[in-house]
């Protein structure tokens, strides 16, 4: 619930919903949801090798140094940035996996997956139940990190955003300017935590989304893309579970890891 003084229509930059325990930035002023731009802290701050004492500011990347919260007629709180840095988690077998697919090119699954035939078909508009569960895995195998909630609801807000404006006009714009749209944005969303690697994920969410699988199906189709097999008869059984795992053995053991 937002805080009760707080105006209509009034939104964090992160999360997209109504200010929720309001606090802003010690420098740049801008404004967010406590917990949107803690957990943003300390997502930038696990990047770093050495202790961060400072932060850029999502919206226009000005340093500071605190985050002011809890504030009232004669008082404040105050977070130092760097307080709350947690350390990595070990990477599962799916992480791992996943990490070997962004250190390869997608090859013969790009050409298996008619990622225009989605856009001009309008496929954007119907619900991939399984993005959340698939996003969050991306985000945590590419920073190693496990609380990345907040970032998936971030980029998440973005494309949701994106798709209920195509809903309602849907008779404006081509194809080819949609799709460009909508990977625009969700480069933005993604930019200030993956950095260099943003494009080849937005890139890996619009196969992801074009290919219309389960996440399990998904992993064996790209699997299968990379060992020579047909992967077409996969993409039939779009609405299955494969029931088991890749073997992570089939790839080299040196293969360069991000």
Known sequence: MADAGSPPNRCCPICLHSLN????????????CYNCITRWANVAASQCHESQKS?????CKTENFSIIHGYGDISFQRHYIGMDHKKSFTLSE???FRLQCYSREPGALCKEIDVMKYWKSKGFLRKTRWLQSWVQREIQALIHEE?????????LGVIESFLRRMEQEHQC????QKRDEFKTLAFGAATPFLNEITDRFVDELEIFLAAGLTIEAYDELYLQSWIGNQPSEMVERSNQTTGHWVDLH???DDSDII
Not at 55 to 59: D, F, N, R, Y
Not at 147 to 155: A, T
Request: charged share 20%.
């Open 250 to 252: 089939l790839f080299d």
């Open 147 to 155: 609380d990345v909630d907040i970032i998936v609801h971030h980029i």
């Open 55 to 59: 932060i850029q500011c999502p919206l």
């Open 94 to 96: 799916a992480h791992r």
């Open 173 to 176: 714009g081509t194809p080819e």
């Open 21 to 32: 325990q309001n606090s802003y930035l010690d420098t740049c002023f801008h404004e967010f």
